[in-house]
Nanobody, 122 residues
Framework: QVQLVESGGGSVQAGGSLRLSCAASGYMYSTYCMGWFRQAPGKEREGVASVASDGKTRYTDSVKGRFTISLDSAKNTLYLQMNSAKPDDTAMYYC????????????????WGQGTQVTVSS
């Protein structure tokens, strides 16, 4: 079992920055994927960014150049640095974890946090 707890959400004006954190505990895989997802009201959940134990990172196009995902392995904490925030970034943000597969990170992750709300005002 892996437990994930997000923090760092809040309200920010457009152009501002936020840093989300996700503290992981429990059994930690030696090969893993960890990612950030978000879901806005009335919209489907979408993947925002992911990082794998092989060092590969991925971002959805809308956040490239603005968001940075990172993992502090010593602290078992995943981060999402959000810069140049836009109103379209408003959503509930979720942290997720799973094992790294032979093809890469899975589309559907096994472990999820409860989420942290991010609101960007114009």
């Amino acid at each position: 079992q892996v437990q994930l707890v997000e923090s760092g959400g809040g309200s920010v004006q457009a152009g501002g920055s936020l840093r989300l954190s996700c503290a992981a505990s429990g059994y930690m895989y030696s090969t893993y994927c960890m990612g950030w997802f978000r879901q806005a009201p009335g919209k489907e959940r979408e993947g925002v960014a992911s990082v794998a134990s092989d060092g590969k990172t991925r971002y959805t196009d809308s956040v490239k150049g603005r968001f940075t995902i990172s993992l502090d392995s010593a602290k078992n904490t995943l981060y999402l640095q959000m810069n140049s925030a836009k109103p379209d970034d408003t959503a509930m943000y979720y942290c997720a974890a799973d094992t790294l597969r032979w093809f890469g990170c899975p589309i559907v992750y096994k472990y999820w946090g409860q989420g942290t709300q991010v609101t960007v005002s114009s």
